[in-house]
């Protein structure tokens, strides 16, 4: 059946925020492997605004073809040049991020801007989400679907325009109308979340009718840059078939997990172990120069040893220099340690390493290191070795 809908209650919610306040309730942040927002995942009688099928999503022919418009929400270090690969790739790229002037330069080389998740969704075959954190990936998700989802809200008109098309008409502000073509929304979710939290944003986006998979990434901006990230990917196999050519042009290699929560919970554990990894290297810079060794030749033999990681020959000469230049905030490393200690409670493993370096990350970060990179880790330790008191 060709439906097409309008929904009345947009112009009653000023603005973005506004709209989402309905749909995300408020809880105290905490760890222990339970989610950071608690939504609903019961459908509450939400109108899809992309459409309505009488197929399941994963039977349908539509879902398994490649998209051909493509939605980015958030453009930060990540985001930025992900969809800036996409667009030079020749996709057609539509993107969104909370302070417009970081889309100025990806419309510059061809996307188009809309000025909110929803109007991005509506818009596009498939959408990407690249945000900060659990807070901001699930207000991402309330957004982009917030033409849609309002609590016992009825469908008003069914109709077919003028042009024959099947459609949805969605409100806009200011009353006119935008015409969204029907077919399956797909919602693909690469921030860095707790997997508890991901299976929330899953079940909220797949109570509309639409599919989701969860996409992680392992990789910082130059990996980003270069097209060089791997994908940590699990939910819905259809979905994941259908972007694979979307993921190969902002990466070199991705997996498929599974079912939704994996692929997240496979993203902690890496970054984990790499946050653990830095918080050793640094210590055994500062020591190496302590007993009067010179860093820079540990540096190199460590690169060319059985530990060795690029991580250790790229970061290691502008440590010794107190030179931080920011790939991978020191803030995400420590929210990704905690949120992989919360993992580990909810199945009571004992991860003491993890648990020593979080500490360490959250000094650096008492020391307003919170946006350098997080190789600044190595700071906290200065200050420990200047004060022996702490």
Known sequence: ?????????????????????????????????????????????????KAFSSQT??????????????????????????????????????????TKNKCNPLISLGAKYKSSPEEVAASCDVTFSMLADPQSAVLGCC????????RNESRERINMPSHGKPCIILPKSDDKVLEAPMCICRYVDVSTV?????K???????STGALFLEAPVSGSKKPAEDGQLIFLTAGDRSLYEAVAPLLDIMGKSRFYLGDVGNGAAMKLVVNMIMG????????????????????????????????????????????????????????????????????????????????????????????????QDFSAVIEAL?????DPEN
């Open 194 to 198: 707790d997997a508890a939290t991901s």
């Open 276 to 371: 653990s990894m830095m918080a050793s290297f640094s210590e055994g810079l500062l020591l190496s120069e302590k007993v009067g060794l010179d860093p820079n030749i540990l540096v190199e033999v460590v690169s060319q040893g059985a530990i060795s990681a690029p991580m250790y020959s790229t970061k290691g000469p502008s440590m010794i220099q107190s030179l931080y230049p920011t790939a991978f905030p020191l803030k995400h490393q420590q929210k990704d340690l905690r949120l992989a200690l919360g993992l580990a409670e909810s199945v009571s493993q004992p991860i003491p390493i993890a648990a020593a370096a979080n500490e360490l990350y959250k000094v650096a970060k008492s020391h307003g290191l919170s946006d």
């Open 143 to 150: 957004l982009w679907k917030a033409w849609s989802c309002k």
């Open 200 to 206: 929330i944003i899953g079940g909220h986006i797949k």
């Open 1 to 49: 059946m060709n439906l097409l809908v309008k929904c009345n209650f947009y112009h009653q919610l000023p603005t973005p925020m506004a709209m989402c306040s309905s749909f995300c309730p408020r809880i105290p942040n905490h760890v222990g492997g339970r989610p950071i927002y608690q939504l609903p995942i019961t459908p509450l009688n939400y109108v899809p605004f």
């Open 382 to 386: 200065k200050s420990k070795l200047q």
């Open 57 to 98: 999503p994963s039977s349908s022919a539509e879902a398994n073809e490649a998209p051909s418009t493509v939605g980015f929400l958030g453009l930060g270090i990540m985001g930025a040049p992900m969809a800036q690969n996409l667009i030079r790739a020749g996709c057609d790229v539509t993107v969104w991020n909370r």
